[in-house]
């Protein structure tokens, strides 16, 4: 059957072998371990750095006896050697003809790259994604970004790509990575045909990192992006930190504008633009339009926005007793 | 051609008639003999691409054309010479000398050198060539064809009751193809495999090709190492090499073979051409064992028959797939595993077969 092995070291595969039973496949991880990557040259450097990859219906077909693969079971003592099986080959003497030869024949002729880089390429379409997520998960970020970047390096389908990168650019956001991160958004965003709801996320990480980095203008850009894209929740979201962004800068009339935007909407993003609002009117005097914001907010059951803006109330000053006019209660 | 190869040729032939073996090389054909061979293979063919329920690719390949009947005599390595010397170039070297490869029945399996006044024989056994063609012909009738599904699962396609008989049938030919081989340096003495120019006998010819090249190839590493420079006999003696010179010539015939085919674009344009180049080697060094066992097991065999001068060929096999690993990795091993088992599980059919036709003799 045919053996796969991967490294997480540079996510390339470094070795492609046909083994015909147990023992030979067991060799593999030793050969694997001793492998250069034939395409980047870096060498494994213990058996958690591998993953081998088999076909599900070549295994199958060796416990159902229906594998092509070799019939035989036993080699026979007749050949073994043939097979590299039993005694240490020895090493053939070169003079100076052979030696030159073989170091020409190296330079000029090794065609296993690229043999190397279609099954690295294969294997990172179909499974680099899934083992840098899983890499993510377990905090390894840098194995986490090589193969997210290696998925996005061949990836073709516009949502598979802009997941890719999306992802790439948290891991790198995480290795503290910003610049390269802001790359990868960027390139996710790039992706024009992705699903909307990709997009989205992609803008909505860009933009908080460019304004990190100081890029005002790119991220304002960023999250009319993520505004434009129209996905449900998403954008209203954009809005509400868009309107902080302004806020900040000092656009107050337009960050309130992006708030009652938001705030005409349903979910999460009415809830943080009710409280924005709520601290946009208290820091305009108008303490009771404050209240009726921050009340709003404080109803949601949204996480770090209701309890925020109950603190809020609890803080300002009782509102006056209504006065009803020619009417006492 | 050279006027040093060029009269290294004469030589070769007044060498030839000096020994009474020109008949050997020069056979006579006339150009009706021709067209009834041709014929025959024609026919051959479809029967053979009919047994097995394969598409029969003759016409795609020869584009119809039925070929003359060679007027001159045939040079049967001239092609596989000039691909090797071509590969060489290619690889930056200069050839230092005449050399020029034909056929002497000199009853070694392995090819012999002479150093003659006008450069350097490189001499093949008689019937060899035919022989590898014939074996790799056998070895592909016996394997079975796997596709993939639309989802991406192996499938084999059943063997016909016909096409068992045609593989079993050219099993026991084969036996008789190599004991005829060994006792009487010519194969055909034993029988002949059926022609097949489905995709599954070109695959033989291919391996067979890349088997004689290696041969071939494995005689200009001596010649290209220098070992053939350090004794010179007179020219009627064979130049002798040192068991540690043979495993240096069979890695320089390797990488020269493996060049040689990388330079042929019908060869290098099949994802596999690698496997089938080394396939060739193996199935070379294959051949070589199974001489090896018969020349010790079977009594009662003439000494004279088999001559032995190299080193054991698992031995040979064994550094050679050393040197591959190395310079290309374990994978390149895939066909010669698969043709050095197969072609064992033919091995005690020919220890059989030999002494009874040791007897019809």
Known sequence: MNVFVLSHRCAHCILHQAVYGEDEYLAVFETALATRCPLCGVRPRSNDDLVVLLFEDEVEGIHTGASPWRKTGQVPKAVSRFLGVGDAARTTGRGDFATSLRDRYSQTSNRRTPDYQEFSDHWAKTVGFQFGDEAYETGDFARAALWFERAAGVLEDPTHLAVAQTHLGLALQELGENHKAVSAFRAALDCKRADRTVLVVAAQQLAPMLKELGDIDGARDAYRIAMELNVSGSSETAAVDLGVLEYDEGNQATAKALWDQAYRSSGDAKAGAAHNLGWYWEQAGDLEQARRYYKVAAKSSVEKVAPRAADRLRVLPPAPPRRFFGRKR | ?361
């Open chain 2, 1 to 361: 051609m050279s006027s040093a190869r060029a009269a290294l040729i004469r030589e070769y032939w007044s060498l030839l008639e000096a020994d009474g073996v020109d008949h050997l090389i020069r056979p006579a054909i006339t150009a009706d003999e021709h067209a009834r061979l041709v014929g025959r293979i024609r026919n051959q063919a479809e029967r053979t691409a009919a047994v097995h329920g394969a598409q029969n690719l003759l016409a795609e390949y020869t584009g119809g054309k039925r070929g003359e009947a060679p007027s001159e005599p045939r040079d049967a390595y001239a092609e596989t010479a000039g691909r090797i010397e071509a590969a060489l170039q290619a690889l930056g070297f200069d050839l230092p000398g005449t050399v020029y490869v034909g056929e002497y029945p000199h009853q070694s399996f392995n090819a012999q050198a002479r150093s003659m006044h006008n450069g350097t024989l490189l001499l093949i056994n008689t019937g060899l060539h035919y022989l590898i063609y014939e074996v790799a012909l056998a070895l592909s009738t016996s394997a079975g064809v796997a596709e993939r599904t639309h989802d991406s699962r192996i499938r084999v396609r059943k063997t016909s009751r016909d096409a068992r008989r045609h593989q079993a049938a050219a099993a026991t030919t084969l036996a008789n193809e190599l004991a005829a081989y060994i006792l009487h340096t010519d194969s055909r003495r034993g029988g002949k495999q059926q022609v097949d120019t489905t995709a599954r006998g070109f695959l033989g010819y291919l391996l067979a090709e890349s088997a004689a090249t290696f041969a071939v190839a494995h005689e200009y590493g001596h010649f290209l190492a220098g070992h053939l420079e350090r004794r010179r006999p007179n020219e009627r003696e064979w130049l002798l090499k040192s068991r540690e010179q043979e495993f240096e010539a069979d890695e320089i015939g390797m990488l020269l073979t493996l060049k040689a085919h990388e330079l042929d674009p019908d060869i290098a344009a099949l994802s596999f051409w690698k496997q089938v180049t080394v396939g060739g080697a193996f199935l070379f060094f294959g051949l070589d064992h199974l001489l090896n066992r018969i020349r010790a097991e079977v009594d009662d065999l003439p000494a004279a028959l088999i001559v032995s001068d190299h080193p054991p060929s698992d031995a040979r096999a064994a550094a050679l797939r050393r040197t591959l690993s190395e310079l290309e990795g374990p994978d390149i091993f895939q066909l010669a595993d698969a043709y050095v088992l197969t072609r064992a599980g033919h091995e005690d059919e020919v220890l059989a077969s030999v002494p009874r036709l040791l007897r019809e003799q």
